[in-house]
């Protein structure tokens, strides 16, 4: 079951996506989900080959409220958390977050 949908619209964002990913990957588990919606960007951004990655691909772009709904549509996670393409996000980042929804429910 996910327990985390880490949902990140991007628009032209591939050089800050490049790094976040760097960041997150080593720390998904089978609890935790990321869903990209890259936002119509000029170049295709093409994430790191991991089961728990999902993308979505605007033609054009729709502004950032529309990629997060539709991350929102794509989310299976109990639970919803939003990061910016150009977030850095710190080595324990989604161990916290896990810990914070096991305690506080």
């Known amino acids: 079951m996910i327990k985390l949908s880490i949902v990140i619209p ?9 790094e976040l990913m760097e ?5 998904l588990t ?12 000029r170049f295709a951004y093409k994430p790191p080959e991991h089961p728990a990655i999902r993308l979505e691909r605007f033609d054009k772009n729709k502004g950032l409220s529309a990629a997060r709904n539709r991350g929102l549509e794509m989310a299976q996670g109990e639970y919803i958390h939003f ?8 080595e324990n980042y989604v161990q916290y977050m896990i810990k914070k929804i096991d305690d506080e429910q």
């Open 83 to 90: 990061i910016d393409a150009d977030d850095m996000v710190p």
């Open 30 to 41: 089978d609890e935790v989900e990321v869903v990209i919606v890259d936002d119509g960007s």
């Open 23 to 27: 960041r997150l990957v080593p720390q």
């Open 10 to 18: 991007a628009f032209n964002a591939e050089p800050y996506l490049d």
